[in-house]
C-alpha cells in the first residue's frame, strides 16, 4: 500500500500530518478488494455515501483505490441507470434496500468528475461516462413540472413525485458536475443543462415545492453546500438558523431540538462555510468535532448526545470521515475538491422562462 499523500490535509487543531494519514488509511481498511466501501465492515453499503468515501481518498491522493470504488459502481448499475438504496457488506449481492433514491443515483457524476480533476485521467473519463450518463437520464425522469426531482423510485417501478430539498440540492451538484464531464467530452447536453437550471430556480425560489424537512440541519445548509444559493443568499440563509443548529464547541445539530450532533452533518456544514468564503468560521466547525476522533482507527463516530455525554450510535463510519477530509482538503487548497464544492468553474446550467 502506498503512503497517502496528505500534505493538504493538515489544519490546526484538526489534523496533523499523522493523523491525516490514520484516518485515509482507517478508510482504506474498511474497503474491500473490490472497491467497494461499507459504511463500516458488517455493515451495508449505499452509493451516496461510498462515493463521499471515495472522493476523500483522492482528495488524499489514494487514487487506485478511489478508481476501483468507481468500477465497483460501474460494474453493479441497474439496467434503468440506478442503484439500489443499500448493499449488504460481505454479499453485495444481497439488496437490503431495492429502493432506488435519485440523489444516491446522481452523486456518481461528483466524483467521476472530482477524480478526473485529481488525476486528469482521459481514459477513466471514458470508460465510466456511460455510467454518468445512465445515472443523470434515470435521476431526470423523476423531475417534476416545477423542477424538483422525485426523491425515490420503489422496487415495484414506482416513481415518487415529492422531493427532498437535500436530496435536490444535492441533486443539483451532481447535474453541474455531469455537465462538466460532458463538457470536458464535447459532448453537449442541452436537456441536463435545462434541468439543472430549473432545479436550481425550484431550491432557490420555491420551497414550497419541496416536503417540509426544516427541522433537520441538512435541509438548512444544503441549498448553500449544493451550489443553488450563493453569495448574499446564501449567507442570510446560513444566518438565519445559526443559534438553531450550531452547538458552539460540540457541533451541528442533525435535528433541531434534539441534543444530538453529528460528525457528517457538521464537516459539511464546513464545506458550505468555505465556499461562501467563510474559512474561519468553517475551521472553528471542525475544530469543535475533534471529540468525535477515535484515535486508534483514526475514523470519527457518527455522533454525540451531549445531554448525556454518550457517543451514539457506536459506530465509526467511512462516511464521517471522508466528509471530513473533504472539508480539510478544501480548506487546504486541494485543487480537485476545490471545484466540485467551490462550483465557480461549473456551469450552472439554463434557467427556462417557464420555470417562473
Known sequence: MTTPRTEHLVLTGVLTAEQAAATVAGILAVQREDGAIPWFRGHHLDPWDHTEAAMALDAAGEHEAAERAYDWLARHQNDDGSWFAAYQDGDFDAVTDRGRETNFVAYIAVGVWHHYLSTGDDTFLDRLWPTVHAAIEYVLRLQQPGGQIGWRRDDDGTPTADALLTGSS???????????????????????????????????????????????????????????????????????????????????????????????????????????????????????????????????????????????????TTWTAGSLLLAVAALGGHEATCAVFGGEQLPSGLEADCCA
Open 170 to 316: 444535492s441533486i443539483h451538484q451532481a447535474l453541474r458536475c455531469a455537465l462538466a464531464v460532458a463538457e470536458q467530452r464535447e459532448e453537449p447536453q442541452p436537456d441536463w443543462e435545462l434541468a439543472a437550471g430549473a432545479l436550481g430556480h425550484a431550491i432557490r425560489r420555491h420551497p414550497e415545492r419541496f416536503l417540509d424537512k426544516d427541522r433537520y440541519s441538512m435541509d438548512w445548509y444544503y441549498p448553500v453546500l449544493g451550489g443553488a444559493l450563493t453569495g448574499a443568499e446564501a449567507k442570510s440563509r446560513i444566518e438565519s438558523d445559526w443559534d438553531r443548529f450550531v452547538v458552539p464547541g460540540l457541533g451541528v445539530r442533525c435535528v433541531a431540538p434534539n441534543p444530538w450532533v453529528t460528525g457528517g452533518e457538521s464537516a459539511e456544514l464546513a464545506l458550505a462555510l468555505w465556499a461562501m468564503g467563510e474559512s474561519d468560521r468553517a475551521l472553528e466547525i471542525l475544530q469543535a468535532i475533534q471529540h468525535l476522533r477515535d484515535a486508534e482507527s483514526g475514523l470519527y463516530w457518527t455522533g454525540f448526545v451531549f445531554e448525556d455525554e454518550a457517543i451514539w450510535p457506536r459506530e465509526l
